[in-house]
């Protein structure tokens, strides 16, 4: 037996997913001219064929306390990746939705073509900004029972903090940018998201991007400031890559904060570079990943040092909500790592 679902990139109708007793296929609808639905899927490659589901689709369904709402909204088993996918497949990160098969499709989605980005429109709370209207959101704090007292007779909600989505634009954010995540590009399953190197990440960038040099220094820099930062959970699926008009590139960069304060003995990078997951030292990033992986020249290197000199790190860390215990911890953390990477 054989189940079907549709895939849209923005609004076109791009092939479809089935799932059998054998495994599962992907194919391209004959007349559809639009980008890849993946950039390791290729409109000339056909059909797609795997044994299990298909890491490309692995890695759009949701982890964490988003899955495990999901799996109880939706009545779902924890390895029905399938009823999950088909669940959330109107609003997935990226450019594409999957709906069932034969279900009518309305979407007004598009996606952005080679004349560049579109301006984001700014979260307006009431309209678009929100995936439940405010009957909704009142059942599930009814539910959550927060601790709130406003008075009025007019339902209330909370919020802690908004999202603005980088894989949105354009008017009402209906417009859908390609992002793709390194598992995905990897065709790995998001499960594997800590069994990867930077070594690895190097290549992708290489092969992916439209402009990898300027690419890998931008990737330079984020690996440098997450490190000083205390940041050990930059896994797999922490770096992206967006699809930016005409150009492939870094996506903006997310999930950056300070996990060595939170975890007892937390490795300092989540992916290994020449086997290391601790004791990175200068010659280890300077030499080895800037220099020698990432190509990057002497000059080039010397000034992300001097604009991580530069930063005043006290003064944000102070101004932060953190308990004055992780302050102090946290600025601990950054006055260590800055001396041993410019060996003061």
């Known amino acids: 037996m054989t189940d079907k679902l549709q ?38 490659s056909g059909e797609k064929l795997w044994k299990e589901f298909p890491p490309h689709f692995d890695g759009l369904l949701p982890e964490g306390v988003l899955l495990d709402q999901l799996l109880v909204a939706g009545k779902l088993d924890r390895s029905d990746k ?16 999957v709906f069932p098969d034969g279900e009518a499709v309305e979407t007004s989605a598009s996606w952005v073509v080679a004349e560049g980005r579109k301006a984001r429109v700014k979260i307006q709370p009431g309209r678009d ?19 709130m007292s406003l008075s009025g007779v ?31 590009l990897l065709e790995v399953p998001s499960s594997w998201k800590y069994l990867g190197n930077l070594e690895t990440l190097v290549q992708v960038i290489r092969q992916f991007t439209s402009n990898p040099t300027l690419q890998l220094a931008r990737f330079f820099d984020r690996i440098l400031f997450n490190w000083v930062i205390g940041n050990g959970d930059m896994h797999l699926k ?23 304060i939170l975890i007892d003995r937390e490795e300092e990078s989540a992916l290994s570079l020449a086997d290391r997951h ?8 300077l030499d080895i990943f800037g220099r020698e992986l990432c190509g990057l020249q002497p000059a080039r290197i010397e000034r992300m040092l ?25 600025l601990a953390v950054v006055e260590a790592r800055m001396k041993r990477l410019m060996r003061v």
């Open 278 to 285: 601790q004791s990175f030292d200068r010659a280890l990033l």
């Open 82 to 97: 399938w009823g999950q996918l088909k669940a959330v497949g109107r609003d997935l990160t990226g450019f594409l939705s």
């Open 129 to 147: 900004a929100l995936p439940h209207d405010w009957s909704e959101l009142v059942t599930f704090h009814s539910r959550e029972a927060p601790r």
């Open 7 to 44: 895939v849209y990139v923005g609004g076109a109708y791009a092939g479809d997913l089935e799932r059998s007793d054998t495994g599962y296929r992907f194919n391209y609808q004959s007349d559809y001219s639009g980008p890849p639905v993946f950039l390791n899927l290729p409109l000339r």
């Open 238 to 260: 922490n770096w992206s890559l967006i699809e930016n008009g005409p150009l492939i590139e870094l996506a903006p960069a997310y999930d950056f904060l300070n996990t060595a």
């Open 306 to 330: 001097r604009r991580l000199q530069q930063i005043d790190w006290a003064d944000p860390i102070s101004k932060s909500a953190l308990s004055e215990q992780s302050k102090a911890a946290y």
């Open 154 to 184: 007019q339902p209330k909600v909370s919020a802690v903090f908004w999202i603005e989505r980088f894989d949105r634009q354009g008017p009402t954010n209906r417009t859908r940018l390609r992002v793709e995540d390194t598992c995905q």
